[in-house]
């Protein structure tokens, strides 16, 4: 199965800055990658699918880029709201593999 | 609005059953692919099973096959998720989710705890 790597496994920063998460796959899931955001006691939330197409009501100001094996999440100015876990996730080779998650909190 | 439901989760022994219910609303459920992803205590997301929308096709992950089974019942708008010899390792929260074709919505999860 494909192994999604993120790092960093913590991101601390402040509110208004600009976080960069990253996920590399063990092999090529061309662009068939997804990013969710999981805030503590609740379900994830899709924000980000085939790289860099955000889901209906996201914000903005998250980005995705990438391909085949190295992808970014960028999140261009923190909100109180975006301080949680990200997690990618594959589609291209069954199963469908989540990474660690990097876990954005609040310096 | 789309809502999927979980319930069924709570305290089992070590090589016990529960059966996991998944009640859909706000969609045509049988439209779609569903699947079963969990998470044990602090840690990260981990795919368990899937059912086409039909229900002919089935997939496990390997750490489950033989010992869960996953169904739906279409004309109730229910998912299910019948695990059987249940481990130690099976204690997660359960979240089932729509998948179109990432998981673009998901319950809000139910508790397995497995511990005698």
């Known amino acids: 199965e494909v192994v999604l790597t993120q790092s960093p496994a913590t991101l601390s920063l402040s509110p208004g800055q600009r976080a960069t998460l990253s996920c590399r796959a063990s092999q090529n899931v061309s662009s068939y990658l997804a990013w969710y955001q999981q805030k503590p006691g609740q379900a994830p939330r899709l924000l980000i699918y085939d790289t860099s197409i955000r889901a209906t009501g996201i914000p903005a100001r998250f980005s995705g880029s990438g391909s085949a094996t190295d992808f970014t999440l960028k999140i261009s100015s923190l909100e109180a709201e975006d301080f949680a876990v990200y997690y990618c996730q594959q589609r291209t080779i069954w199963p469908p593999t989540f990474g660690q998650g990097t876990k954005v909190d609040i310096k | 609005e789309v809502q999927l439901v979980e319930s069924g989760g709570g305290l089992v022994q070590p090589g016990g059953s529960l059966r996991l219910s998944c009640a859909a609303s706000?969609?045509?459920?049988?439209?779609?692919?569903m699947h079963w992803v969990r998470q044990a205590p602090g840690k990260g997301l981990v795919w368990v099973s899937r059912i086409n929308s039909d229900g002919s096709s089935i997939s496990y992950a390997d750490s489950v096959k033989g010992r869960f089974t996953i169904s739906r019942d279409n004309a109730k708008n229910t998912l299910s998720l019948h695990m059987n010899s249940l481990r130690g390792e099976d204690t997660a929260v359960y979240f089932c989710?729509?998948?179109?074709?990432?998981?673009?919505?998901w319950g809000q999860g139910t508790l397995v705890t497995v511990s005698a």
């Open positions: 706000g969609f045509t459920f049988g439209n779609y692919w």
């Open positions: 989710a729509r998948v179109r074709p990432y998981f673009d919505s």
